[in-house]
């Protein structure tokens, strides 16, 4: 059976407060070291005007129905045209893969390693410290039930089976300040923050984006669109939704 642990407040002033403080601290002072080390790059005008056309041609697929049939077929014969249409790429003018193209740029690159080393560096001196100082310590109790499940996650460095699952080791705590802590920095820093580790993970592993694909989809996606135009039946509609109302 699970045993009933009585923390020191010392571990809370200690262990748990100076951990939960480092980690914000870090977080803040790697937002600004990244954002000194960022340089400033002109944005390429054809790939933000492609972004646009894909963002003009998205917002006709979900508002097709609330304007006439001939202008529907105007705006999509606009995008849509196989001669000059926005969203039509001739073959012979495919871009490269944009994974290439970055390696080719050596300053697309040196920002990427740059980016990298942000995150990665600071992580691994902390994860070193945390380990170091506040290794085996059970830091906080989650005020509630959990399963044996989240014990290899909540309980890292606690080689205790008789330990209940709500107990968190000092460890774990590391690791949920890590990744938890992206609405405080949101809150601390704004929506566009560089602190957010889960997201930089995921364009580790994949970078790049490819405008040719992308209209080529969103013509695609244009082309199969059914127009229905729903304004003649707004009258209908309403009718039908008082008359729910009403009964």
Do not use: C
Not at 12 to 20: C, F, G, Y
Not at 26 to 34: D, M
Not at 48 to 61: D, P, Y
């Amino acid at each position: 059976m699970a045993e009933d642990l009585v923390l020191d407040t010392a571990i809370r002033n200690w262990v748990l407060i100076p951990l939960s403080v480092v980690m914000v601290l870090i977080g803040v002072l790697r937002y600004f070291v990244s954002k000194l080390m960022r340089s400033s790059q002109t944005p390429d005008l054809k790939i933000v005007k492609e972004g646009q056309v894909i963002i003009r041609a998205r917002n006709l697929r979900a508002a097709a129905n609330f304007i006439p049939a001939k202008a529907f077929r105007a705006r999509k014969a606009y995008f849509t045209n196989e001669e000059n249409g926005l969203l039509h790429v001739p073959k012979g003018q495919a871009q490269n893969n944009p994974q290439a193209q970055m390696f080719s740029d050596p300053n697309m690159a040196m920002d990427m390693m740059k980016k990298n080393l942000s995150m990665i560096i600071p992580q691994t001196l902390t994860y070193a410290w945390v380990n170091f100082f506040f290794s085996g310590f059970v830091a906080a109790k989650i005020p509630f039930p959990l399963t044996q499940r989240f014990r290899s996650m909540l309980q890292n460095g606690i080689d205790l089976s008789t330990v209940d699952v709500s107990y968190v080791s000092s460890r774990s705590w590391y690791f949920l300040n890590l990744f938890g802590l992206r609405g405080l920095f949101s809150l601390i820093l704004g929506e566009e923050n560089a602190t957010d580790d889960t997201q930089r993970m995921m364009q580790m592993s994949g970078f790049g984006f490819d405008p040719s694909k992308s209209l080529g989809a969103e013509k695609d996606g244009l082309d199969i669109v059914q127009h229905d135009w729903a304004m003649p039946k707004f009258e209908q509609r309403a009718e039908a939704v008082l008359r729910k109302l009403v009964s």
